[in-house]
């Protein structure tokens, strides 16, 4: 399965982007799709995932502000980043647990003050 990542950019403070992931494989067909990030001299942590049900789960630094959402006929999951805050900087990976778990390329998010 391979995942493109991509939308990312340098925003203002407050700004929005973006992200979408799209995938080779059906994507209902995955138990979970999610979206990741990694800031410099950190550990990647989850931001966002959804279920094959449509389930969703937020990182409780981005509820309120992210969403995440879907397009099954496009196999596309996509990250809506609202009122970024500098603290988002970091590059943004897209996760499918499928049979295994499949990682996209990353994409780069900053976010200026």
């Known amino acids: 399965v391979q995942l493109q990542a991509s939308g990312g950019g340098l925003v203002q403070a407050g700004g929005s982007l973006r992200l979408s992931c799209a995938a080779s494989?059906?994507?209902?067909?995955?138990?979970?799709m999610g979206w990741y990030r990694q800031a410099p001299g950190k550990q990647r942590e989850l931001v966002a995932t959804?279920?094959?049900?449509?389930?969703?789960n937020y990182a409780d630094s981005v509820k309120g502000r992210f969403t995440i959402s879907r397009d099954i006929a496009k196999n596309t999951v996509y990250l809506q980043m609202n009122s970024l805050k500098p603290e988002d900087t970091a590059v943004y990976y897209c996760?499918?647990?499928?049979?295994?778990?499949?990682w996209g390329q990353g994409t780069l998010v900053t976010v200026s003050s």
């Open positions: 996760r499918g647990n499928y049979d295994r778990d499949y």
């Open positions: 494989r059906n994507i209902f067909s995955a138990n979970t």
């Open positions: 959804i279920t094959r049900h449509s389930n969703t």
